[in-house]
T-cell receptor
Framework: GESVGLHLPTLSVQEGDNSIINCAYS??????FIWYKQESGKGPQFIID?????DKRQGQRVTVLLNKTVKHLSLQIAATQPGDSAVYFC??????????????FGAGTRLAVHP | GAVVSQHPSRVICKSGTSVKIECRSL??????MFWYRQFPKKSLMLMAT?????????EQGVEKDKFLINHASLTLSTLTVTSAHPEDSSFYIC????????????FGPGTRLTVL
């Protein structure tokens, strides 16, 4: 089946703490994963991606971990700042299907950073 | 680079009218464009995928006669919501894939449609 968003869980953290946002994906054939950040009233903004031949990838203040065994993806944000407050979506991609490169989005998690 | 724009950013229309939303890739050629719909506090749901010069492929449950998609050039795709009704009110977001096989998609800023 496909990941479908049914509700929007919230993660509340203190400024300066590390945040971990989790995502369970549904398709074992998915081989490319992306994390997006979406601020209110705006389109998704690319944060970091990872291919299925990796289990960890680091960016600036962000790290993505991939566990293919349990179909789990996580986004770690170090030293969380108020500007990190947004909704975070994971997206999975199974490669070209019928000639198209479809992304399936997870339910999303709202990150609320408190001073 | 890789900027995608949408126009208009916000539109309010009367029930029964049609609304056209434009999606443009500003600094790259997009062989494939995607249209998503997002309800408040919900995730993005893919509506359709279009390749330049060919008919769009619609996801299950999306009415192709209701949501007309035209991808006339490598930098422009349009979504027309025909005979709009209040239940069509939503946030519509497009994304564009870069020619050459890259799997990354670049998202537009979204269009807020309100049907009265």
């Amino acid at each position: 089946g496909e990941s479908v968003g049914l509700h929007l869980p919230t993660l509340s953290v203190q400024e300066g703490d590390n945040s971990i946002i989790n995502c369970a994906y549904s398709n074992s054939a998915s081989d490319y994963f992306i994390w997006y950040k979406q601020e209110s009233g705006k389109g998704p903004q690319f944060i970091i991606d990872i291919r299925s031949n990796m289990d960890k990838r680091q960016g600036q203040r962000v790290t993505v971990l991939l566990n293919k065994t349990v179909k789990h993806l996580s986004l770690q944000i170090a030293a969380t700042q108020p500007g990190d407050s947004a909704v975070y979506f994971c997206a999975e991609n199974t490669g070209f299907s019928g000639g198209y490169n479809k992304l399936i989005f997870g339910a999303g998690t709202r990150l609320a950073v408190h001073p | 680079g890789a900027v995608v724009s949408q126009h208009p950013s916000r539109v309010i229309c009367k029930s029964g009218t049609s609304v056209k939303i434009e999606c443009r890739s500003l600094d790259f050629q997009a062989t494939t464009m995607f249209w998503y719909r997002q309800f408040p506090k919900k995730s993005l749901m893919l509506m359709a995928t279009s390749n330049e010069g060919s008919k769009a492929t619609y996801e299950q449950g999306v009415e192709k006669d209701k949501f007309l998609i035209n991808h006339a050039s490598l930098t422009l795709s349009t979504l027309t919501v025909t005979s709009a009704h209040p239940e069509d009110s939503s946030f519509y977001i497009c994304s564009a894939g870069v020619a050459g096989g890259s799997r990354e998609q670049f998202f537009g800023p979204g269009t807020r449609l309100t049907v009265l």
